[in-house]
């Protein structure tokens, strides 16, 4: 018995499956540090939103728009039980027209800000923009009877404005129609309660703008507005031609929406984004007029989530899939995803660690104990927590730095007294370094980081092989002393 546990002990197969083992049994710690992780980038979402419950969500923009209230009466014949016409009767319903207008011009800058919510950063942006453009002479009859033989009484119009989260408004906006001031109000009037539109604000038509509107004259407009968002700023082209130009010291914009700006130019110093959008490529209009009525009496748009971000207690209204082109102040390296997908990596670089303490192992004839291999393996392991944790404190690379620099020099002089030789372990540590440099080019370079690992783990597997073709693993497994064949000293690791 006592010659079948030597020979055991002594077996490179069992050695190698105990080190197998131990790299699945180092995969616990590491689900651990990829569950605080992800437990970080929860909070940090949780931080966001609390911010935007408490200041400004991301703003979602819609118009101005000259809404026409008025009141259509139709006569409705009363029967009796026998169906037979006895009386007329007057009837009457309320209504509002949109009038969208025909061109409109957004220019603004988007400057960017930063607020904490513990240690979490969270970007938010100052627009400042001027809206241009103009409404047609309204033509009475482009409003339709909803009733046979009806007849329509308007009323006196206004200019509508709607941002999702009112909250974000920097001071009143200004809007000067037919070069007479107008002053917004709060919501919308003459619209249901839980129409999304009347959670707007609205400007009543005064002095010579109401004069050119009676006179059927076109009214241009000039519109001055600061908001305050999170994050996103979407906008709704309701023009028959929408154009947009919004220029940002922000670095890292982000285009989205259903529109993506037809030019745009983003170096370090910021951006530069053009958007021009045709009322024939959009339903944004019948969106816009579908949010006169009861949300729920929309059977021609579908239910979806605003693009601002629902915050509770300030939720802004649900805008169905509101046709929009925006842009987003995006982090630069979101340190929680990175952290993410470093982890991805996190058992691959165990086993390449292991591999290459295996190789001293078997060509130096230099021994390790299995809690060496637990220790190595475990260090490993740490640097991702550390990682993780000085990013939170530093910008990534820096973190990054330390983090593999600590792990480095920390195995560096570890093999060096495990090794007996500090030739040794400089080459160790020098191994374990370009290792860390090749995940930092993995993480760096996204769109290639799939070539990247699959090219490092075929290198690795190579270099594994030719370095032992001529092992005589039969030997080794049965326990033989004899040392393995010597291989040519290129293929040989490093000392």
Same mark, same amino acid.
């Given at each position: ?387 993780? *944790?000085?990013?939170?404190? /530093?910008?990534?690379? +820096?973190?990054?730095?330390? &983090?593999?620099?600590?792990?480095? =020099? $920390? !195995? @560096? ?16 540590? *020098?191994?374990?370094?370009? /290792?860390?440099?090749? +995940?930092?080019?993995?993480? &760096?370079?996204?769109?290639?980081? =799939? $070539? !990247? @690992? ?21 030997? /080794? ?13 290129? =293929?040989?690791?490093?000392?």
């Amino acid at each position: 018995m006592f010659q079948l546990f030597k020979a055991l002990q002594s077996s490179m197969l069992v050695k190698v499956a105990g080190l197998l083992m131990l790299t699945l049994l180092l995969c616990i710690p590491l689900a651990e540090i990829n569950s605080i992780n992800r437990e970080r980038g929860h909070s940090q979402r949780e931080a966001a939103e609390e911010l935007a419950a408490t200041y400004a969500s991301a703003q979602t923009m819609v118009g101005p728009v000259l809404l026409v209230p008025y009141v259509e009466r139709w006569m409705e014949p009363q029967r009796n039980a026998q169906g037979k016409v006895i009386g007329q009767e007057a009837r009457s319903k309320e209504m509002a027209h949109a009038v969208f207008p025909d061109k409109l011009h957004i220019e603004g800058s988007m400057t960017p800000q930063e607020r904490y919510r513990g240690i979490f950063k969270i970007p938010f942006y100052t627009l400042n923009a001027t809206l241009r453009g103009g409404f047609a002479a309204f033509d009475p009859k482009s409003v339709a009877h909803s009733e046979a033989d009806s007849r329509i009484e308007f009323k006196a119009p206004f200019v509508v404005f709607y941002v999702s989260d009112l909250r974000g408004l920097d001071g009143s906006p200004s809007i000067a129609m037919n070069s007479e001031a107008l002053r917004f109000r709060q919501r919308v009037p003459g619209l249901a309660d839980n129409s999304w539109l009347a959670d707007g604000v609205h400007a009543p038509l005064t002095g010579a703008a109401l004069a050119a509107w009676d006179s059927k004259a076109p009214l241009p407009f000039e519109m001055k507005l600061g908001l305050v968002g999170q994050d996103t700023l979407s906008m709704v082209p309701i023009a028959e031609e929408t154009t947009a130009h919004l220029s940002s010291p922000w670095a890292h914009p982000s285009f989205g929406g259903r529109f993506l700006a037809a030019r745009r130019d983003v170096t370090p110093q910021g951006f530069d984004a053009h958007w021009r959008v045709s009322s024939l490529v959009t339903s944004a209009r019948e969106q816009v007029r579908a949010g006169l009525t009861d949300r729920d009496d929309r059977s021609a748009v579908a239910t979806a989530t605003s693009a601002a971000g629902a915050t509770a207690g300030h939720a802004p209204r649900n805008l169905g899939p509101l046709q929009t082109f925006d842009v987003s102040l995006a982090q630069p390296i979101n340190v929680y995803s990175m952290s993410t997908r470093a982890g991805k990596y996190g058992a691959l670089f165990i086993g390449l660690v292991i591999m290459a303490a295996f190789m001293f192992e078997l060509f130096r004839r230099q021994r390790m104990h299995p809690v060496q291999y637990g220790l190595v393996g475990l260090s490993i392991a740490l640097f991702f927590l550390l990682l993780l *944790a000085l990013s939170e404190k /530093l910008s990534f690379w +820096l973190a990054y730095a330390s &983090a593999a620099g600590a792990s480095v =020099l $920390l !195995l @560096g002089i570890y093999f060096s007294a495990v090794l007996q030789s500090w030739k040794r372990g400089a080459g160790f540590g *020098a191994y374990v370094a370009v /290792l860390y440099g090749a +995940l930092y080019g993995l993480l &760096a370079s996204e769109s290639n980081a =799939l $070539l !990247l @690992g699959a090219l490092l783990t075929f290198g690795m597997l190579t270099v594994l092989m030719l370095a032992t073709r001529k092992v005589n693993w039969y030997a /080794l497994s049965a326990g033989n002393p004899r040392a393995p064949e010597p291989v040519s000293p290129e =293929l040989a690791p490093s000392v």
